[in-house]
């Protein structure tokens, strides 16, 4: 927060507790935006923090709030966003559909509007010890392979055991959600089986580990050589992790969209000086520079692409671009967060208790029907 009074309008943001997630932005908050005539006052929680706190109930207590597009359907039903063509105009919108990485733009838009700006852009890649990793592996065979010389853990903790199965999942077939089912069932036999063979020793240990501390491990020289699919965190990169694509399978890269967007609450008075913000922060020099320089890890293909940035991040940019550009999107409904945990733990459940694929996956699709209403969009 900074220091400098203004005699412009005050705002409230809420961001999450990472570097990545409030450095550039409570850095701009005290050297930018008093330059454009507003204050921002930025708080964080937890990454986990949305399914703690209803993003309703966030939004009557904060005019921005930094959020993930599965959010997005709950936001929707409780009426708690203001659509960002009223903020930032339709013509910013339509630039961002290019400018923006893989489906970034697109993971924000549902039920006939954008709700949010992508302003961080991550998704599910490959991270490995090079002490340990020449050449990382390409394909899910490989990744088995390795896995019976080195420890390979799984990321499985909170949604992610979800998140990696869908990932799987999407390598194995370009239509892995069918109509109004979660997933096809010989895909999802498939994609569990994988998943069956890789919960070994290092997994398990590894159980409760959100992707930060999976990274944290890594970079510290833990017994762990490689996860297969963790979202990606820049900064780890200058820690002594090492990044790559997803995997491959039959269908290709499969990874499910990360990363975040900075929404409008309709507690918020819109004004120019914050549409003037918001337009920095989207803005090519934000992008490239700006974040960068405050461990953010931007959205625009351009920062993407800059030899710069990603020399500066250890190649990270290049590693794992291609990854970002396929990426799939989470399910976005109402109800798709208390879908999202409960599919995981039960997945955690069969894989750690050594289930067969069917009775875990028929569960998973009856719980899919329970917070999906059949016929509305995912």
């Known amino acids: 927060m900074s220091d400098v009074e203004t005699a412009g309008p005050a705002y409230r943001g809420l961001t999450w507790d990472h570097p990545r997630g409030y450095r550039a932005l409570e850095a701009a908050a005290a050297s930018v935006a008093?330059?454009?005539?507003?204050?921002?006052?930025?708080?964080?929680?937890?990454?986990?923090?949305?399914?703690?706190?209803?993003?309703?109930?966030?939004?009557?207590?904060?005019?921005?709030?930094?959020?993930?597009?599965?959010?997005?359907?709950?936001?929707?039903?409780?009426?708690?966003?203001?659509?960002?063509?009223?903020?930032?105009?339709?013509?910013?919108?339509?630039?961002?559909?290019?400018?923006?990485i893989g489906p970034s733009q697109a993971s924000y838009h549902y039920a006939g509007a954008h709700w949010a700006l992508p302003l961080d852009a991550a998704s599910q890649v490959m991270a490995y010890a090079p002490s340990r990793i020449e050449a990382p592996p390409t394909t899910w065979q490989a990744v088995v392979d390795l896995a019976r010389r080195e420890p390979v853990a799984l990321s499985l903790s909170g949604p992610h055991a979800a998140l990696t199965f869908q990932s799987i999942?999407?390598?194995?077939?370009?239509?892995?959600?069918?109509?109004?089912?979660?997933?096809?069932?010989?895909?999802?036999?498939?994609?569990?089986?994988?998943?069956?063979?890789?919960?070994?020793?290092?997994?398990?240990?590894?159980?409760?580990?959100?992707?930060?501390?999976?990274?944290?491990?890594?970079?510290?020289?833990?017994?762990?050589?490689?996860?297969?699919?963790?979202?990606?965190?820049?900064?780890?990169?200058?820690?002594?992790?090492?990044?790559?694509?997803?995997?491959?399978?039959?269908?290709?890269?499969?990874?499910?969209?990360?990363?975040?967007?900075?929404?409008?609450?309709?507690?918020?008075?819109?004004?120019?000086?914050?549409?003037?913000?918001?337009?920095?922060?989207?803005?090519?020099?934000?992008?490239?520079?700006?974040?960068?320089?405050?461990?953010?890890?931007?959205?625009?293909?351009?920062?993407?692409?800059?030899?710069?940035?990603?020399?500066e991040w250890r190649g990270f940019y290049a590693a794992t671009r291609a990854t970002l550009e396929a990426a799939s999107l989470r399910p976005r409904h109402d109800g798709a967060i208390a879908f999202q945990t409960e599919a995981s733990a039960r997945l955690r459940e069969g894989l750690l208790a050594h289930e067969p694929a069917a009775p875990v996956l028929a569960d998973i699709e009856a719980a899919f029907a329970r917070h999906h209403i059949e016929g509305t969009e995912t």
Not at 43 to 54: I, K, V
Not at 79 to 92: H, K, N, R, S, T
Request: aromatic letters at 6%.
């Open 169 to 311: 999942a999407a390598s194995l077939s370009s239509n892995d959600r069918p109509g109004d089912r979660f997933v096809d069932p010989e895909t999802g036999r498939e994609a569990y089986e994988w998943m069956a063979t890789l919960t070994g020793d290092a997994t398990r240990a590894r159980i409760d580990q959100n992707p930060i501390a999976l990274l944290e491990a890594l970079s510290g020289g833990e017994d762990l050589a490689l996860v297969p699919l963790v979202y990606g965190y820049v900064n780890y990169a200058k820690e002594g992790a090492a990044f790559a694509d997803a995997p491959r399978g039959r269908a290709g890269i499969g990874s499910m969209l990360g990363g975040t967007g900075i929404a409008v609450s309709r507690r918020c008075t819109v004004t120019d000086e914050l549409r003037a913000h918001l337009s920095w922060l989207m803005g090519e020099e934000a992008q490239r520079r700006f974040i960068p320089a405050h461990d953010g890890q931007p959205a625009l293909r351009r920062a993407w692409d800059d030899p710069a940035v990603d020399q």
């Open 34 to 100: 008093p330059a454009q005539g507003l204050s921002i006052a930025w708080d964080r929680h937890p990454l986990e923090g949305f399914e703690s706190h209803p993003i309703a109930d966030l939004a009557e207590r904060y005019d921005l709030i930094v959020l993930d597009h599965p959010h997005v359907g709950e936001a929707v039903a409780q009426d708690c966003l203001i659509p960002m063509a009223q903020v930032v105009g339709v013509e910013a919108l339509a630039a961002l559909e290019t400018a923006a």
